[in-house]
């Protein structure tokens, strides 16, 4: 796959995805957005890719937020579909039967915080910084912030962060819930492959199934929740690699040999 804002690296199951507009600290314009929907229909579809990964290139900033330059003189109808844009993106990653980590390498600001979110894990450089911006600018987070957020951190730190634009740095972030690690900068990428291999090791249907159920479990009640549950934990077992997995279970042994079916 090539495209003039992404770079994306495949090699080993592991899929490594790097918003590539450094003179703008990888600001997220309508053309970027663009290519990441596309990109990540792509890596559903790659049955080569396991485990996806997305980052910023340089060191100082993973996405520091909307391109600014290009909503400056938007019309609210623009900035609408400017947003639906950000959602039909943001929503396929969040959605990606596959697991996918946010490697946060510097500022996740604006629409950097936002997709950040929409990952199933977030490791986060001792060197970021987090924030939602935008009632500074005039506008509000529109790209999820104003419902991922709250559902990661809770309503009140959520509106705090959103209505004081505070940036805060990675270990806050780990403290409140928005990453769940951090690491030094020189080992970013190398602890979340390493993280992505032991997703790897499991059953990959087992792994998308747990993902709904996680996702689609927090918008509804506790009930519908739980019967949602119960109806993905009985498909689970129709799958050869329940068989699998328990087999080697039961005789001790080490390999497991998962298909994904």
Known sequence: MEYKNLLV???????????????????LNSETLAELN????????????????????????????????????????EGRVMGMLAREAFKRLEDMKKPTIAAVNGYALGGGCE??????????????????PETGLGILPGFGGTQRLPRLVGKK???ELIFTCDMIDANEAYRIGLANHVVPADQLID?????AKRMMKNAPLS????????NIGLDVDIDAGLQ???????????TADKKEGMTVFLNKGKEKHFIGK
């Not at 690296?9 to 990888?26: D, M, Q, Y």
């Not at 602890?191 to 993280?195: F, G, L, N, S, V």
């Not at 792994?207 to 996680?214: E, G, N, S």
């Not at 949602?228 to 129709?238: D, H, K, Q, T």
């Open 9 to 27: 690296e495949a090699s080993e199951g592991i899929a490594l995805v790097t918003i590539n507009r450094p003179k703008s600290l990888n600001a």
């Open 38 to 77: 596309d990109c990540f229909k792509a890596l559903e579809a790659d049955d080569d890719v396991k485990v996806v990964i997305l980052t910023g290139s340089g060191e100082k900033s993973f996405v520091a937020g909307a391109d600014i330059s290009e909503m400056v003189n938007a019309t609210a109808p």
């Open 115 to 132: 997709i950040s979110m929409a990952c199933d894990v977030t490791v986060a450089s001792e060197k970021a910084k987090f924030g939602q």
């Open 157 to 159: 730190m959520a509106k």
């Open 191 to 195: 602890y979340c492959k390493a993280m």
């Open 207 to 214: 792994i998308t199934l747990a993902k709904q159920a996680i």
């Open 228 to 238: 949602l549950e119960a109806n993905l934990f009985g498909l689970s077992f129709a």
